[in-house]
Structure formats: structure tokens, C-alpha cells
């Protein structure tokens, strides 16, 4: 099976413009997680998707959000980009993102925001 | 919430020597501790995990130890090689039927010739 892919690999945005960013998981996996990963803060969980829902929500501001299509293919948007934005945004697949489900994260997306 | 510490934050040895890696996390209900592994410029990969109903696990050179009534697990990396290095987080699920992850702060390991 394909691994999951995230595109683009690179963003280069200003302060306040949007962007979006897609994840296509595993096949067969139905739940679609992301994370933002930073030196300082590391690795969080923003929200997760499963079924076209959002199931949980990390602790970031409503600039954050996301959608899942039918097909499990997720996208992540965030809106009027802060410099604090810059970071590596990972997505990982499940297959229904139970609490035991082995998560495969993909290669991420670079954002810098100028 | 969920809480994950991790020690240490850098951690160095010798080709051959072992290495261990331990967090500690919060929440009782937590019930799934996945290792990955992630080199410069690369994705998190999944090298070992470990599920609530089993105490250690253990896949060629590297196994995995869980204290439940401490709240504590371990990863050990016997005999390391210099393809070892990289970054390695623990994390454990938030509790609840999903599974978002709670990362620790991560350990550098650096294995030299």
C-alpha cells in the first residue's frame, strides 16, 4: 500500500494571507489526524477526522480548522497567518483512530510565514 | 489532559552500548504508548509500540517496557549502531475511544563510531 502523501512539501506565505494544506491517508484508513511541530513546542495534536466529522480538537485558535471529504482525504486551513505559524504540519492515518490504532504520519508540510 | 514527560533530552553512546529512553504520562486511562523514530527532514516512523494489557515487548535490538501503577514506559536500544541516531518521541493516546496523541518533548540520541 501507498504511505501517506502530503501536499505541498513546501509553503512560503506572508502574514495574513491563508493557507491550505492536503493529506491523503492510507487506503482503507478511515481517521486523519494533524499534528504541528515546532523546536519549541514540539509535536501537537491539532484535530482529528474520522467520517467526514471532527472527533476531537487539540488547543488551538479557531484560525485552525480542517475538513475530511468521503473519501478520507483531509485538508487543513489556517487563516490571517501569524509569524508563529511556521512550523512542519504532519497528518497520520488510522484506520478508524480507535485509542489502540497505530498512526502512520506522512512527510509533512514546511510552512514559513514571512 | 494527558501529560507526557521525557528523559533526557539528549542522550550520547557508543557504538555497541545500549540506550534507554523513559516517560512518564498523567492520565490513568491511557491506554496505548507508541515509539517513533524521526531522522533530519523525515517523517515519524513507527519503530515499536506497546498496548496497556502487555508489560514489555521486544523486536530485535529494541524493546519496550510499560509501568502501568508508576505510569512510566521505557524504550531500550541494545547494541547501537550509528544509523540509531536520530530523534525519538514517546507519546500516549488522550484516553476515550479516539486516539490523538500526546507527543513528549523528544530525545536526541546520537550513536558514535
Known amino acids: 500500500k501507498a504511505g501517506v502523501t502530503q501536499t505541498p512539501r513546501y509553503l512560503i506565505k506572508t502574514r495574513g494571507q491563508q493557507v491550505t494544506l492536503s493529506c491523503s491517508p492510507i487506503?482503507?484508513?478511515?481517521?486523519v489526524s494533524w499534528y504541528q511541530q515546532t523546536p519549541g513546542q514540539g509535536l501537537q495534536f491539532l484535530f482529528e477526522y474520522f467520517s467526514e466529522t471532527q472527533r476531537n480538537k487539540g488547543n488551538f485558535p479557531g484560525r485552525f480548522s480542517g475538513r475530511q471529504f468521503s473519501n478520507s482525504r483531509s485538508e487543513m486551513n489556517v487563516s490571517t497567518l501569524e509569524l508563529g505559524d511556521s512550523a512542519l504540519y504532519l497528518c497520520a492515518s488510522s484506520s478508524i483512530g480507535g485509542s489502540t490504532d497505530t498512526q502512520y504520519f506522512g512527510p509533512g508540510t514546511r510552512l514559513t510565514v514571512l | 489532559g494527558e501529560n507526557v514527560e521525557q528523559h533526557p533530552s539528549t542522550l550520547s553512546v557508543q557504538e555497541g552500548d545500549s540506550a534507554v529512553i523513559k516517560c512518564t504520562y498523567s492520565d490513568s486511562a491511557s491506554n496505548y504508548f507508541p515509539w517513533y523514530k524521526q531522522e533530519l527532514g523525515k517523517r515519524p516512523q513507527l519503530i515499536i509500540d506497546?498496548?496497556?494489557?502487555?508489560g514489555e515487548k521486544k523486536d530485535q535490538r529494541i524493546a519496550v517496557t510499560l509501568n502501568k501503577t508508576a505510569k512510566h514506559f521505557s524504550l531500550h536500544i541494545t547494541e547501537t549502531q550509528p544509523e540509531d541516531s536520530a530523534v525519538y518521541f514517546c507519546a500516549a493516546t488522550n484516553g476515550g475511544s479516539q486516539g490523538n496523541l500526546i507527543f513528549g518533548k523528544g530525545t536526541k540520541l546520537s550513536v558514535k563510531p
Open positions: 506497546i498496548r496497556s494489557n502487555v
Open positions: 487506503s482503507g484508513h478511515r481517521s
